[in-house]
């Protein structure tokens, strides 16, 4: 069973800087998506990437998938508080198997 | 649209009584998962169906849970007997098919509290 590991598990940061988190794994992926799930509440679908070296963007958010499909990041341009939040990476390889969900990072923008 | 319906949103109850959550899918859509969520280990799915049909169950920690879903638009999750180490989140989401690149649409979860 393929794990995924997610780097920082925390991050605090003031409003209007730069970010980034790191999802990662040994196992090549077909797809991975990243979530966010907002207190209270369960996760939503961010952005979907499928193309080794795929980049996507979605307004303040960069999402890169590793060349080698086994790693992706997710940037984010001046934080906002909204974006606040859990950010979640999942994976499935073989187009459907073995799909697992990150541990997540936690990220908390302070205005 | 309707999204994924969970109900109860909260749940308090005494250990060794039997607990049923419940979720209604998006219309449409074929493959319902449910999921557990706690600090400690994160999001973990329990158990995922495709046309109502259970797929695997291998995240179901024990005999104590059982999940039905008798038809495309119901499905539950049951705990009998509840011990508090059960008490967590739990998520049921759905999707049209399973896996690949489609979305997984989530509820709002049940906040199960076992005393």
């Known amino acids: 069973t393929q794990l995924l590991e997610q780097s920082p598990q925390f991050l605090s940061i003031q409003e209007g800087e730069n970010l980034t988190v790191y999802c990662n794994s040994s196992s090549v992926f077909s797809s991975l998506q990243w979530y966010r799930q907002e207190p209270g509440e369960g996760p939503v679908l961010l952005v979907t990437v499928v193309t080794g070296g795929e980049v996507k963007k979605l307004k303040r958010l960069t999402f890169q998938f590793g060349d080698a499909r086994k790693d992706s990041s997710l940037h984010i341009t001046a934080a906002q508080p909204g974006d606040t939040g859990l950010y979640l990476c999942a994976g499935a390889e073989n187009y459907g198997q073995n799909f697992v969900f990150g541990p997540g990072t936690r990220l908390s923008v302070l205005p | 649209d309707a999204g994924v319906i969970q109900s109860p949103r909260h749940e308090v109850t005494e250990m060794g009584q039997e607990v049923t959550l419940r979720c209604k899918p998006i219309s449409g859509h074929n493959s319902l998962f449910w999921y557990r969520q706690t600090m400690m280990r994160g999001l973990e799915l329990l158990i995922y169906?495709?046309?109502?049909?259970?797929?695997?169950d291998s995240g179901m920690p024990e005999d104590r849970f059982s999940a039905k879903m008798p038809n495309a638009s119901f499905s539950t999750l049951k705990i009998q007997p509840s011990e508090p180490r059960d008490s967590a989140v739990y998520f049921c989401?759905?999707?049209?098919?399973?896996?690949?690149?489609?979305?997984?649409?989530f509820g709002d979860g049940t906040r199960l509290s076992i005393l």
């Open positions: 169906f495709n046309n109502n049909v259970p797929i695997d």
């Open positions: 989401a759905s999707s049209f098919y399973v896996w690949g690149d489609q979305p997984q649409h």
